[in-house]
């Protein structure tokens, strides 16, 4: 049951520098985020919902443990391909409370990213570290962007007026679970409610005129997020107007994520867009996103973070004025920025920030 050969996977050495920038000498990991990210994509979690999974990683400088029971130990061996990884594995019986994690760590200096006696919180420095993605993970996001996309577009398209939320929410759910991403976030707002609430889990209203779609998609442990709307009948003149405002800003964040920008600074950029178009005060309403990698935002900028963006990271900004929000998944490339859940044939605004022009989604209407 043991592999005694070290694991290959570019994450866990990268925690190894971690472990010895801090003075470390042990990291046990039992966060699906970050079980996910040291073992290129590998799910611990048995509910979408958990936070924790059922299985941890334990890792050392010489060695790497997966410490799981007798349930879990064959799909983690066989099916995501952990044993070839190299993983040593520590199996115990489900139904007894295991001391491994201590044994293993006796005497040794701890972090972890769950309570542990005596140990060194990690989760804020694993959570900027999952944020600086590798190529690979990169082309993985990719992947995951195209799949989310098409499953918005086909929930999107196939709803109609007098759908439940629950309903529209299930054609979503459907759409991206058939292309094998998870839907961790699936919100669905309608008509009045898109000016009620920023974060709307579905209901039973049905939909007259206006629905907001909200997905984020995991596959491979990696999260990426998007939003639409839709409209059926035409578009009221003032909810066109915000919907364009909202889209300047959105290019605004957009434009000023790039390599070596302080992201405080690209925070500011977006807030001083939202004042140049007339609502200056709607960025307190609802947080602007942030960097993504192995939750939907590995943290969320604020006015005060000292972080700098870095080629090879992705950015979900979701800039929202009262009844309109603007919401893509984006790979920061070291000449341009990539939108990577960008819909084919889905209606546009072109916007203009600095004289640059930017395409971003406009409400979808149906007649």
Same mark, same amino acid.
């Given at each position: ?18 472990? /010895?920038?801090?003075?470390?000498? $042990? ?5 699906? *985020?970050?079980?996910? +990210?040291?073992?290129?994509? &590998? ?6 919902? $958990? ?20 349930? @879990? ?13 190299? +993983?040593? %594995? ?21 972090? &972890?990213?769950?309570? %542990? ?32 996309? =098409? *499953? ?5 398209? &196939? !709803?109609?007026?007098? !759908?439940?939320?629950?309903?529209? $929410? ?26 009620? %609430? ?9 939909? *007259?005129?206006?629905? !907001? ?20 009948? #035409? ?23 790039? #390599? ?31 960097? &993504?990698?192995?939750?939907?935002? /590995? ?7 000292? /972080?700098?963006? =870095? ?15 603007? @919401? ?29 022009? +930017?395409?971003? #989604? =406009? ?5």
């Amino acid at each position: 049951m043991e592999t005694k050969s070290p694991p290959v996977t570019t994450n866990v050495e990268r925690l190894r520098g971690l472990l /010895e920038r801090l003075d470390l000498e $042990a990291a046990l990991l039992r966060s699906a *985020a970050s079980f996910a +990210w040291a073992t290129e994509g &590998a799910a611990s979690y048995i509910h979408i919902a $958990a936070t924790e999974g059922e299985a941890s990683l334990l890792v050392t400088f010489d060695e790497a443990y997966v410490l799981t029971n007798n349930i @879990e130990f064959p799909r983690l061996e066989q099916e995501e391909g952990l044993q070839e990884q190299g +993983w040593t %594995f520590e199996v115990g019986p489900w139904h007894e409370l295991s001391e491994t994690p201590s044994r293993l760590t006796r005497s040794m200096k701890v972090g &972890a990213d769950v309570p %542990f006696p005596d140990a060194v919180d990690l989760r804020a420095p694993l959570s900027r570290l999952r944020a600086e993605l590798t190529p690979q993970e990169g082309e993985r996001f990719r992947e995951l962007g195209r799949r989310c996309a =098409a *499953a918005m577009d086909e929930a999107a398209r &196939a !709803m109609r007026p007098g !759908m439940t939320e629950y309903e529209i $929410a299930a054609l979503l759910g459907a759409a991206c679970q058939k292309r094998g991403a998870v839907p961790v976030v699936n919100l669905v707002a309608t008509d009045e409610r898109i000016f009620r %609430f920023r974060h709307p889990l579905p209901t039973e209203k049905k939909l *007259a005129r206006y629905a !907001m779609l909200i997905l984020c998609g995991r596959r491979q442990g990696l999260v990426c997020s998007l939003t639409r709307l839709v409209h059926f009948g #035409p578009l009221p003149a003032d909810l066109a107007q915000k919907a364009r405002a909202v889209a300047s800003v959105d290019a605004a964040f957009i434009q000023a994520t790039r #390599p070596d920008r302080c992201v405080a600074d690209v925070f500011q950029t977006g807030i001083a867009a939202y004042t140049a178009h007339g609502y200056a005060d709607e960025w307190q309403k609802h947080h602007q996103g942030g960097p &993504a990698g192995y939750e939907p935002r /590995e943290y969320l900028v604020t006015p005060d973070s000292d /972080e700098r963006v =870095a080629a090879g990271q992705v950015y979900a900004w979701n800039p929202s004025i009262t009844g309109v929000k603007s @919401e893509d998944t984006i790979l920061v490339g070291p000449e341009k920025n990539e939108v990577l859940t960008a819909i084919k044939d889905w209606p546009a605004l072109e916007v203009s920030v600095g004289g640059e022009q +930017w395409t971003r #989604p =406009a409400i979808l209407v149906v007649d």
